[in-house]
């Protein structure tokens, strides 16, 4: 089912607002091109109009870590893959991502501006894609994919592996220039350790206070900013303190972490699905052993860290990092997280504070102006919001760019 006219209307059909926790009386929602026109009313006669039949509308949802380019849990293989291939598994994914109701995507390494203008460019049915071309890592570090005996570096600039190698302050700023030059949304930089990377340990720091300020300081000369892969809190708090914005993971942040997120309005993007998943099926999809070894050291310690932080005020966005063939689990991190945050929390966590994250008001709201990216639902999630981790049920529309792209 596919409206083309440039002037639609959902008529019949509740809002539900991530802020407010309310969902409203039955009303019509206009879209004009791409974008939220007006609410209430009627629909005009030459609008095309979908009558929801008393379903809830809500923004469409933001999934703030993915990795688009990785269709397998062996990282270090992804060097050995063709770019072509990779970005066709690239658009299978991005395409089931919007059937699952996520209309903004924001890529944590690998994905570049080709990946972005196609979906921007609606060559294909894609999530809206912020990326932040190749992570940056310090030799030995999260994205330095080679073995203990390897030497040989990638040379690609966009693929096939998601991070570039680099060491001491100059290597850093050119890296980050390198991808900022191509338009990158942000900078994305390894400060710890981590599972699927085959030689660091998950509790080392990485890059040197210096090596990180570089970064951040050439994001912020773009006006763009730095998010950053750690799990201890050293390297957290670290992070922080260098100004960088959005930190990754964070399974084992501590009260001064709390602290820090709120001082310098950051935020925390857990990603707590990606573990369950790596425990359970890991090895099925490519995981090798040594990080297999790796996923204890952070699987139970991460649904504590999101308690601390939601009861500690901390902005947190939604996240799931899940690899390969597990990437179908993306929606089941909202029931992990319903086991501590309200049903709001976790909305808002994929709306508005993902919104907010991107720099992009227009987004993760029902409201005019806004764009007219929409998920229409069989239930309300403010009462359970474990629904929305079952897609195929609770879905029944989902519009990106104004446009219909799934419904039944």
Known sequence: MQLENSHR?????????????????????????????SIGGEAEPEAEALDAGGRIAMPGLIDCHVHV???????????????????ITAMNSMQDALGRGFTTLRDAGGADFGLARAAEEELFPAPRLFYGGKAISQTGGHADMRAPGS????????????????????EVRRAARHQLRTGADHIKLMLSGGVASPTDRV????????????????AEAANRYALGHAYTARA?????????RSIEHGNLLD?????????????????????????????????????????????????????????GGVNIAY??????GMRGWQSHEFAIRARVQSPGAVLRSATTTAAKLLRRQDLGTLSEGAAADIVLLERNPLEDVSV???PESSISHVFTRGQLVTGR
């Open 69 to 87: 380019l990785a269709n397998t849990a062996d990282l270090g293989r992804l060097g050995e893959e063709s770019p072509s291939y990779l970005a």
């Open 319 to 324: 996240g799931s990092d899940l690899l390969g």
């Open 236 to 244: 957290i708090n670290r992070g922080l303190k260098l100004g960088v």
């Open 255 to 311: 009260e001064e972490s709390v602290r820090l997120f709120r001082e310098f309005d950051a935020f925390l993007v857990p990603t707590l699905v990606t573990y369950e998943r790596l425990k359970a099926e890991g090895a099925a999809h490519g995981l090798p052993q040594e990080s297999q070894d790796k996923v204890e050291n952070v699987l139970h310690a991460g649904i504590e860290a999101l308690r601390l932080a939601d009861e």
């Open 9 to 37: 209307a959902i008529t019949n059909v509740r809002i539900l607002d991530p802020e407010t926790e309310t969902v409203s009386e039955p009303t019509t929602l206009r879209i004009a091109h791409d974008r939220i026109a």
């Open 151 to 170: 030497s040989v570096m990638d040379s690609h600039q966009c693929c096939p592996h998601m991070g570039v190698v680099c060491d001491g302050v100059s």
């Open 388 to 390: 929305l981790s079952t």
């Open 203 to 218: 509790d080392s720091t990485q890059f040197s206070d210096e090596e990180i300020r570089a970064a951040v300081e050439e």
